[in-house]
Structures are given as C-alpha cells and as structure tokens.
T-cell receptor
Framework: AQSVTQLGSHVSVSEGALVLLRCNYS??????LFWYVQYPNQGLQLLLK??????LVKGINGFEAEFKKSETSFHLTKPSAHMSDAAEYFCAVSVNNAGNMLTFGGGTRLMVKP | EPEVTQTPSHQVTQMGQEVILRCVPI?????FYWYRQILGQKVEFLVSFYNNEISEKSEIFDDQFSVERPDGSNFTLKIRSTKLEDSAMYFCASRATGGSGNTIYFGEGSWLTVV
C-alpha cells in the first residue's frame, strides 16, 4: 500500500522568501504524485502532478516540484513567496490499481509573513 | 472552467438522522469519488464509482454509507444514521478517464456537523 508523509504541519516564511514544502512517499510500484492546494473555505485545487515524464514539474502560481526516486521525495518549491500563497498544501500519491484513488499526506499549512 | 459543485456547503444534523450530500461532477467525467476530512486530520478516501457501480471502497465506507447516481448529472452520498464521528468535510471529486495519472478534480466540500 502507498503512503505519503509531509514533514512539518506548519511552515512560515517571509514574503519574497523561498518556499519549500516537503513530501516523501512510499510505494511498491511507480507512483503518480500530486500537489493540491486548499485556500480558506475552498476545495482542493491541483497545483501540479508527476506522471513519469519530466522529473521536474512546473505548476500553477510559480510552484514546481522535483521527483527524486532515490530519495522517494516530491518536494514543492517556489522561489519567492507571495501573501496570496498562504494556504494548506497536500501531497498525494496514486498508483495503478482498481480504484486509482489518491492517498493524501497530512497537509502543510503555509503562512506568509509580510 | 468546468468544476465539481457540491450542496449543501454546510449542514448540521442530529445524531441518528439521515443525510444526503449532493454533487454534480464535471459533465464528461466517468469516475466519481467521495473523500472526507475530519477536522485536523488527513483527507481520506471513501469510495470510487464507475459505470454505475462502486469500484473500490475504504474500510470507512461501511453499511451506513451508500452512493448513487440517480440521473445523468448528480452523484450522492447518503449516511443512513449519522454518528458524532461522521462530522467532517466531505469532498466529491471526478475524473475524466481511468488511469492513476489523470487528474482528479475536487469540489469545494460539504461541511457536515453531527450534534
């Protein structure tokens, strides 16, 4: 069975600083990996996904993530944080099986200080 | 941009009552899902639905839960006799085609509070 661990339930950065949100996965088969963002009082919105093409994936709002098989990681980064990036970020994994469902990490709440 | 819509956005119900949460998936999508998120906990998979039947369900999805696609557009989650521990945000989601690499699109969620 697959699983996802997000290190740090809360991350605080200053506006303009680098954002790094960590995600490690466990899967016995090649995974598909996703980052979703949840803004206050909204649903889950896809930021980006890795589907075995390029290991460096670019998403919306300037975010990107790199798949590192040797480290079983899929960390999310953004060079310069904006106040509008404050939200909860979820890493998720999916593998080819009957239901193809997503398994989520615990989420990381990103706070951006002015 | 097409989106998954859910109603109601909030519902408060008494323990033991039946609740139906409604969802309209994206119109050309074939795979439908319910997930839930108890406050402070992970988003958890409940059930997936394809071709008018459940394709997979988690251990959370016991006999108190059921899903239905009563017409060509709606997808519902019914909880027959709610318990306090059913209080959570319930997310409906849909996917156009099969394959784990295809994006699952989520609705904004329905907050259920059982008192």
């Amino acid at each position: 069975a697959q699983s996802v661990t997000q290190l740090g339930s809360h991350v605080s950065v200053s506006e303009g600083a680098l954002v790094l949100l960590r995600c490690n996965y466990s899967s016995s088969v090649p995974p598909y990996l996703f980052w979703y963002v949840q803004y206050p009082n909204q649903g889950l919105q896809l930021l980006l996904k890795y589907t075995s093409a390029a290991t460096l994936v670019k998403g919306i709002n300037g975010f990107e993530a790199e798949f590192k098989k040797s480290e079983t990681s899929f960390h999310l980064t953004k060079p310069s944080a904006h106040m509008s990036d404050a939200a909860e970020y979820f890493c998720a994994v999916s593998v080819n099986n009957a239901g193809n469902m997503l398994t989520f990490g615990g989420g990381t709440r990103l706070m951006v200080k002015p | 941009e097409p989106e998954v819509t859910q109603t109601p956005s909030h519902q408060v119900t008494q323990m033991g009552q039946e609740v139906i949460l409604r969802c309209v998936p994206i119109s050309n999508h074939l795979y439908f899902y319910w997930y839930r998120q108890i406050l402070g906990q992970k988003v958890e998979f409940l059930v997936s639905f394809y071709n008018n039947e459940i394709s997979e369900k988690s251990e959370i999805f016991d006999d108190q839960f059921s899903v239905e696609r009563p017409d060509g557009s709606n997808f519902t989650l019914k909880i027959r006799s709610t318990k306090l521990e059913d209080s959570a945000m319930y997310f409906c989601a849909s996917r156009a085609t099969g394959g784990s690499g295809n994006t699952i699109y989520f609705g904004e969620g329905s907050w259920l509070t059982v008192v």
